[in-house]
């Protein structure tokens, strides 16, 4: 029988387990749902797959860096104490070693490669570290990046993880800059690198809104063009890196730092962990409540 994606997917929403598993326990079950699940359970994979409906919003954002190669993850797991553990750090640093060496397109690729090309499969690499550490990890993302000799990376973890930033500087090898643009994106979180990067359609939406607050403010129509200009200024200073004033230097904006140095910014990436994915919130009092009435 033809093994679909459809379901490969309903076996992974029954059991949690991984996609790479479920589609072996078809194969090896003829397609049957049901002795697939079995199949599972038989392997000792559920042991991982039962903590599949638990919310993973915490982790650790890492960079890895080799020569003119350089990646930056994000690894989620269920409580803040698992990122301080020993296995979780190898972990991230083995997921990003086989990224630089491997360079898969996606997380899904990432997922069915073998790790750092032999033995295991990557997704079977972090669901043996689930049933180790106990508790539910997800490789969520990851970017890529490559240099020349010329260039230089900026790399930033704060807090031990909770933001991680990459930035590649072209013309310059100063390390310090390029790690300073990396610190400052880290705070501002700018969500573009320039004016241009920005869509146009979205310039002009937020032209319009800017126009009709001025007119609603009553300015006169002779002037209200100059004073949207002026307002889309600032709005490109709130969301473009390259005009924002610099952190550590408030009176010169991003692209005069870099320009200074005869450089510019040619990327960077910011992941922030756990950001839009929706935390469960426990009510300890009512979970402490719930547990003594069952005595």
Known sequence: MAITAKLVKELR???GAGMMDCKKALQETDGDIDKAIDYLREKGIS??????????AEGSAYVEVEGNDAVLLEVNCETDFVTKNDQFKSLLQ???KHILSEKPGSVEEALAQPLNGEGEKVE???????AKIGEKI???????????????FGEYIHM?????VVTVLEGT??????KDIAMHVAAVNPRYLSRDAVAQEDVEKEREVLKTQALNEGKPEHIVEKMVEGRLGKFFEEICLLEQSFVKDPDQ????????KNASVKSFVRYEVGEGIEKRVDNFAEEVMSQVNKK
Request: cysteine-free; charged content about 30%; aromatic content about 6%.
């Open 47 to 56: 042991k991982a797959a039962k903590k599949a409906d638990r919310i993973a």
């Open 253 to 260: 904006k991003v692209k005069q730092i870099v320009k200074n």
């Open 13 to 15: 929403e029954k059991t």
């Open 173 to 178: 090898t100063d390390e310090q800059l390029a």
């Open 124 to 130: 079977e690499f972090i669901n043996s570290n689930i």
């Open 160 to 164: 031990g993880g909770n933001i991680g």
């Open 138 to 152: 997800s490789l969520r993302r990851f970017a890529l990046f490559t240099k020349t000799d010329q260039d230089v």
């Open 94 to 96: 083995a997921l990003a």
